[in-house]
């Protein structure tokens, strides 16, 4: 089998770590048996998990292409198989297959750039790659700044990094939110994209946006509103990838397929929002 399709072999994969961020997302390290990363990958794009006898599933690589001897993958329990991925421990076996889809363009089009992200609950997974990655390589960047929030001060995922090294970093702003009041948090409360507005972040920056559709589609016409345009704004479409390779057409949106051209997709590059935008 030639190598241009070597993502599509599964090779074996052991979780060695697994750590609950918030009651219904766990993040899962996976290694090799020989203890390697399973492969090389850009900050965006995703892999297919598979449980032999359960199911497969695509999510995306939390952990950044800078990180050397391992892989990790922020997960929701949302249905079958994502119930019993939550299921295993350290030690337990699966396999994995990729990388798929395009990833961010972190090496040309955002290299020199000041950043905005912007995420919404467990869509701070496929961006986790592309922070950690600009952190990394801090001097390839202009100011980060980040706009997160979720449904309440327990679902934010990975807090404690947030906490401990995000907002130590130089030139970077993180802004926290939770959709509604709550004891114990004294911090900004308020749905995302109203959130964006009230920041009213510099129109030199590039956004990158990741959540629900429903968030994504509001603060899209929001940071419009301020000005952004719609080539300034790079979001991911993951809801429907199936078979990874653009063969089975579960994921297509217009003419593209989420699997192939995406699922980082540059707004204006999109004929059309998918129906659940």
Not at 1 to 18: A, F, Q, R, Y
Not at 182 to 194: A, L, S
Not at 216 to 224: D, E, P
Request: net charge negative.
């Amino acid at each position: 089998m030639s190598s241009c399709h070597e993502e599509l072999i599964p090779k074996i994969g052991i979780v060695t770590d697994v750590r609950r961020d918030t009651p219904d997302v766990k993040t899962f390290r996976v290694v090799t048996p020989d203890g390697r990363k399973p492969f090389e990958h850009i900050p965006g794009q995703c892999a297919m998990i598979s449980i032999p006898g359960v199911g497969e599933g695509m999510f995306s690589i939390t952990s950044s292409p800078t990180v050397e001897s391992y892989m990790e993958f922020s997960i929701k329990k949302a249905g079958h198989l994502t119930s019993f991925i939550h299921e295993l421990e350290p030690g337990s076996m699966i396999t994995i297959r990729g990388p798929y889809g395009n990833g961010f363009p972190v090496d040309t089009e955002l290299k020199g750039k000041s950043l905005l992200f912007v995420a919404g609950g467990i869509g701070l997974a496929p961006l986790h790659s592309v922070i950690d990655y600009c952190l990394a390589k801090r001097a390839d960047y202009g100011e980060i700044e980040v706009v997160y929030g979720s449904r309440s001060k327990d679902d934010l995922v990975d807090i404690q990094e947030i906490r401990d090294s995000w907002e130590k970093a130089d030139n970077f702003k993180m802004h926290l939110t939770i959709d509604r009041p709550q004891e114990g948090w004294d911090g900004h409360v308020g749905f995302v994209p109203n959130y964006v507005k009230e920041v009213n972040p510099s129109l030199d920056k590039v956004a990158l946006i990741c959540g629900p559709p429903i968030m994504i589609k509001f603060t899209l016409q929001n940071m419009m509103d301020l000005g952004f345009a719609r080539n300034q704004v790079y979001t991911t479409l993951e809801l429907r990838m199936k078979c990874g390779i653009g063969k089975c057409g579960r994921c297509n949106v217009g003419s593209k397929y989420v699997c192939k051209d995406g699922p980082v997709f540059r707004f204006d590059q999109l004929d059309e929002l998918p129906d659940e935008y």
